[in-house]
């Protein structure tokens, strides 16, 4: 067969087989014609305004709180500058760094510069700022305003206790800022931190109130307080002395200091609260120093076995572990072995809660305690004394022992008498250094975490009595330890510091 006859066998060959499949498809019913799909379409509509927010709802609205606190509040803050001479002392931190200058490679000086934040409080000029942003500056401080004017500011005081200073510019109608009321504060709040981090001018940042009535041991002065709000909004260096503000643009912290292991903002800003702050910047620009009022005691938040040994429902309030004779709290009732549970109305859980309530007084003025006694409530009042009473300033100058004076090797064999007993800690027969030929019952060790740690002893206590009987060596001691009943706890009267104290130590 020739071939262009079989090509054409071929295709009519393959023509018959669609034609075929074509026909038992419409025999089947399974061919469906395709219908056309309608596209649909909706006009996208875009707008250039900011987003409203739902009509009457604005004080909901983050950004109507952020911008309008942001635009009232940035005017008030001011940018810190300030020089110290190395023949001065230098606060050793982060926030002061030396500079050389070419003149001064061939002459033994040098300076170092300090960077913060301030918060103008009062239309004519004053400043309430940190301490260490103008330690050691003396009147070499310059202050820039929002407006970039700058003016040489003079330092009224500082208080290094609280970590707060005022400086002085001289002006007139400043955008002073608007003070809040710290006690109303809640944990959750939205807040606002303003200052000059890493010298960025009038910088903003937000976030919550983390916790409330913090302690975090970072003012190195002995009569510290320190009851901080602590915010997760960023703070850095620069933002020391700035303000930390609520959602109506009102003072309610000064920034203070950050948390932090690699020196920047990791999440944890503590301020002071601003009724601390101003009630010092009052007595600074009033009479030149802070009036500080004292209670004369020594104190110990309350914790668990504390709670259960004197007999309280919940873990709540701060022991009074040693009373100054002819102070405060001595004349006016106040007991060693007292909880307090509130002053001026407000509950105290921790030591330095009762120590910032006591700071917010003056001399003079009425405190009303309420302390736990007895198994009672029982409610003092009596006038709070400053340093101007000799009783306070000889409590306030008692200097504590300093550490480390006595080091026994516990493994080596020695002739002095010791008792080590199973509550935790270690007793030793020592001579009394004021008269050799007597011996003190002394504590050489504490073990950590032990009962007797959690009760508050420590090492270099004097033991004095335990459960109101004399012990004066460790022979006594160690039969008077023995005699009492296996559940009974254990009151120990020590000395610490030239102050008696008293020490519960729980049975179990």
């Known amino acids: 067969m ?3 006859q079989k090509v054409l066998t071929a295709l009519l060959l393959l023509l018959t087989g669609m034609l075929l499949g074509v026909l ?4 089947r019913g399974s061919w469906i014609p395709l219908e056309r ?7 996208v509509k875009r707008s250039m305004d900011p987003v409203e927010p739902v009509p009457g709802e604005e004080i909901h609205s983050p950004a109507y709180i952020f911008n309008d606190i942001a635009r009232d509040v940035l005017p008030a803050v001011v940018y810190i500058e300030t020089d110290i001479a190395m023949d001065q002392a230098v606060p050793d931190d982060e926030h002061h760094q030396f500079e050389e200058q070419f003149w001064e490679r061939f002459l033994p000086r040098r300076r170092a510069q300090s960077i913060g934040s301030g918060v103008l409080i009062s239309p004519d000029g004053y400043i309430l700022t940190n301490h260490h942003v103008v330690d050691g500056a003396g009147d070499r401080v310059r202050v820039m305003t929002h407006d970039k004017k700058q003016h040489r500011a003079r330092l009224v005081g500082g208080d290094a206790s609280t970590d707060l200073a005022v400086l002085k510019i001289e002006t007139e109608n400043a955008p002073s800022m ?7 504060i809640r944990v959750g709040d939205w807040v606002m931190a303003v200052g000059n981090p890493f010298r960025l001018r009038s910088t903003v940042t937000a976030g919550i109130v983390s916790a409330l009535g913090r302690d975090v041991d970072i003012i190195s002065d002995r009569m510290r307080i320190e009851s901080f709000i602590q915010t997760d909004a960023a703070i850095n260096r620069g933002n020391s002395g700035g303000a930390l503000v609520n959602t109506r643009g009102e003072l309610i912290g000064i920034n203070t200091a950050i948390a932090s292991e690699s020196g920047t903002y990791q999440g944890y800003g503590f301020a002071v609260p601003v009724n601390m702050a101003m009630k010092i910047a009052r007595d600074i620009i009033e009479f030149g120093e802070v009036q500080r009022a004292f209670l004369g005691v020594e104190i110990a938040s309350v914790d668990y076995e504390g709670a259960r040994s004197a007999g309280l429902d919940m873990v709540s309030g701060v022991e009074i572990r040693g009373v100054a004779n002819g102070g405060s709290a001595d004349l006016g009732g106040v007991k060693r072995g007292d909880i307090v549970l509130q002053v001026n109305g407000f509950d105290v859980d921790e030591a ?3 120590q910032e309530r006591i700071a917010l007084m003056r001399p003079g003025e009425e405190v009303n305690i309420r302390i736990w006694r007895e198994g009672r409530t029982h409610d003092l009042e009596f006038p709070v004394m400053g340093l101007e009473q000799q009783a ?11 550490t480390g004076d006595l080091d026994f090797d516990r493994d080596r064999e020695s002739a002095i008498p010791r008792l080590q007993l199973d509550a935790g800690f270690t007793l030793a027969d020592l001579p009394d250094p004021e008269n050799l030929s007597r011996n003190q019952l002394v504590v050489i060790g504490v073990e950590e975490n032990s009962r007797a740690y959690r009760a ?4 270099e206590d004097i033991v004095l009595e335990l459960n109101g009987r004399e012990a004066a060596d460790t022979g006594t001691f160690s039969a008077l330890w023995d005699d009492r009943r296996r559940n009974t706890s254990a009151e120990l009267l020590i000395l610490r510091s030239g102050e008696q104290h008293t020490v519960t130590i729980s049975a179990q």
């Open 2 to 4: 020739p071939l262009h």
């Open 392 to 402: 306070i300033r000889d409590w306030a100058a008692a200097e504590p022992r300093a």
């Open 37 to 43: 799909v309608e596209v649909r379409y909706t006009d």
């Open 352 to 354: 330095n809660h009762l």
């Open 178 to 184: 608007v003070v809040g009321n710290s006690d109303n």
């Open 24 to 27: 038992l498809m419409v025999s």
């Open 456 to 459: 508050g002893l420590r090492e």
